[in-house]
């Protein structure tokens, strides 16, 4: 079964910055679904902001398995409908793959719940990927550590819940530490956020980088159906219980209501 | 040190419906509160949805060390702005206790990330709440288990993320079982989601009820000061880099500029 | 690529008790072996207490992807050296799934670092399973619960560290609620643990019971190269150090000097 | 109420290495009790290798509320004996820190399940303290980072089962990180690791080291009376069953039997 991935670029800095545009000239996405298709596993297609509905319809959605993410300058430009629909598609199973500045992205902080906040610093700086858990799935291939000559430094405190594995941790030229590889799951989908990624240096040319890429998607794939009511709350009547009871006492709702959200 | 606890509470059904009106005669914030303020380390005042910024300004936030939030009939009836400045507090550090109904509130699907959705059924059951972890601070002066002998039923599965601690399970004379206990941490906040509650039933008035809703607030009370900038992404400067670095390469940002958000 | 699985057998009920035997004539090692080679992409045998080094040699468990573990009357007779090896296989990537009585096995009190006491009762009550995540892979195939129509009830408190994962809890007819399915990793080894399956109920022919077995084998099977050093602790002299450093003051190994243990 | 700390130091290097004994004159031991000392909070006593039953009989560890454990070459002298002992009174609530070269204690890897291996590098390089949640008890009163001069590297992958949260994470001169302060729960009872503390530098005179180890025992302290039965697997006879059930089909043990384990 192949898996079918969308590459989400913003598409800002790509076209609006010259560096950027010479680095990646079909755009970051370009280049990451160009990473991924290299998988004969994955069959990656692009999507960007610009377009209606920001290329997420509900129907591209429902037949993505996986999405990776990157946004930066126009974070505040993504409709909340589609935030809402991708958060529902992560919920029923869909893989996310947030990556470097998305740690910002509207729809990263609405499934950590909490700041995703970081310190940071633009100076063409080295940074090293330590692999915590060599035989983690995302890990695969990669040696005990490997370095990204040029990064955007990404600093401690990085205000995510605990994960639920780390499984890269990276070290910088001027002295700070990240966890740069982390994953979680929410309902029935897999997230994976990956730091590295600055859109001034040529980091998702980096072989090491494409592989954690493919190995992220291959992880973030859920096979089981999707979990279409992951969002109801269905009421359960007293003479459908599992057990037999007897219904008693008082009660707000009349029978067969929903409940209230 | 008083732990300052304020004691949110939805305040519709207490007004409008005969029967909570009865069991309680000062909403069951008021009930609440009162179990709080038994315990002379605790000092709780109420707020409710009717009240200007539904009483909780952001004075009142920076004094409460922890908030207690039960809603239901009204969830969609919370401003976002209080919602967001909720949310700010807890990741500063501020305690949130999320009760019963509570569990589809704004604030708690907020820093969830998650549907946190359940099954549910109103037919004055059985429930027994089991102590999973009974030297857990939340567990303190109950036995192996406890009963609140009416209850609605809220059943598995509970769409929220894995807690970081599972305290109580419980057991339900229909036959679903249930998560009834959990704690999260978010920034510096501690959360603590507790199920029994259900408003047409005396629950707040049992005496283990009362215990654990102490022992949450005292478990949730984080002494530390408030983490002020924890929302805040401090770019640090190469010349301000802990290790001695050299500016280099391309860059996006001029010197001093604030990232994107 | 198949999945290699060993089924281990304590062996002794199988062949001693008259009501085992009956329902399970090829031990109840055999019969999970057989449920397990139903799918065609596990390949499973089995090994006993009884045989050389419990039928788990160096060799065998080289070429073990999965080993599953079903022990009680005789834990005490299972040799360290095959628990510690066992463990050094799980650290090294090898999946291992406990059964039932199994929570008190050496091997699995040795990578859990906990009690793993729990509450039982022996009544031939009806258990009924609650499936916590529909989208793990642990839980394809069943429907939102399932029943045992006669089982050895076991109870919270269960001394496990905080699960990875907890996939399924279990409601018993006499007021109970255990973790019956809960996920663990140490090292490269993914552990799952599973409750039912007290030797004189035919709890192992049960077709929900057989499905979660051949979906834990195959969740617990890692494709990653086996970490062979996982327990090593190499020395990094400073002119390997990835960063140019000096050896500067004081220290206490000599050069090449293996550290301490 | 005072907090117990018992101050455990194999005491070899502290007599037998010159520099060693020059650096911490009253043992390491020593230094560290009288850092806990300085918290009027915390009654700190020492106990040694070389102590009957290594200082830690039944009735001192009984009335320990926490234990703090440095050890390195003498790792293989401690008795199993006492390891279970400690390892009991951790289950049973009592907290337990442990220090530097601990990683590899026998106590340490009992209670872990885990290899417990990391790389290392003693060349006196810098290590740079990130505190990852600057509102956790432990961090209190540091800032965003803490320099130790002179320190032993440990280096990821460091092989811990994955932790309840991390604190602390370390920068390396020489390139590596290191998850240098690591929480864990077993029963009842609080671990923390940290890893700073070789003995041929002054790092347990260091002032931020020293707040730490205070941080750490009043945050292990577990005021919970001590969970006495964690170990025990009690049987429920039908008759007594929360809810009413009958006895029915076969069964394995007499009425009254314990277990087996």
């Not at 794939?221 to 992951?230: F, G, L, S, T």
Request: proline share 7%; aromatic share 10%; with cysteine.
């Amino acid at each position: 079964m192949t898996i079918r991935a969308v590459v989400w670029g913003e598409n800002v800095h790509d076209r609006e910055n010259e560096v950027v545009r010479s680095i990646y000239p079909t755009g970051m996405h370009g280049c990451i679904a160009a990473a991924l298709n290299a998988d004969p596993a994955i069959s990656a297609t692009t999507a960007t902001l610009d377009q209606p509905e920001h290329g997420l319809s509900q129907a591209r959605l429902a037949e993505a398995d996986v999405l990776t993410w990157w946004g930066h300058k126009a974070h505040g430009a993504v409709a909340e409908a589609v935030v809402e629909r991708v958060a529902d598609r992560v919920w029923q199973g869909m893989g996310l793959i947030v990556l470097h500045s998305g740690h910002f992205s509207k729809i990263f902080k609405k499934l950590m719940g909490a700041p995703c906040s970081l310190r940071w610093r633009e100076a063409g700086e080295k940074e090293r990927v330590w692999v915590i858990n060599r035989s983690h799935p995302i890990a695969q291939g990669l040696g005990a550590s490997f370095v990204i000559g040029q990064t955007e430094m990404y600093g401690e405190p990085f205000t995510i819940p605990e994960p639920l594995e780390t499984v890269f941790i990276s070290w910088y030229d001027g002295g700070e530490v990240f966890r740069s590889g982390v994953t979680f799951k929410r309902g029935g989908g897999r997230i994976f956020y990956f730091a590295p990624g600055h859109e001034v240096y040529p980091i998702y040319h980096d072989a090491n980088v494409q592989a954690v890429l493919r190995n992220a998607v291959r992880w973030a794939a859920n096979p089981a159906p999707a979990w279409a009511d992951v969002n109801k709350a269905p009421n359960v009547p007293a003479d459908q219980a599992p057990e037999p009871i007897k219904q008693q006492g008082p009660r707000l709702h009349a029978p067969g209501e929903a409940g209230y959200r």
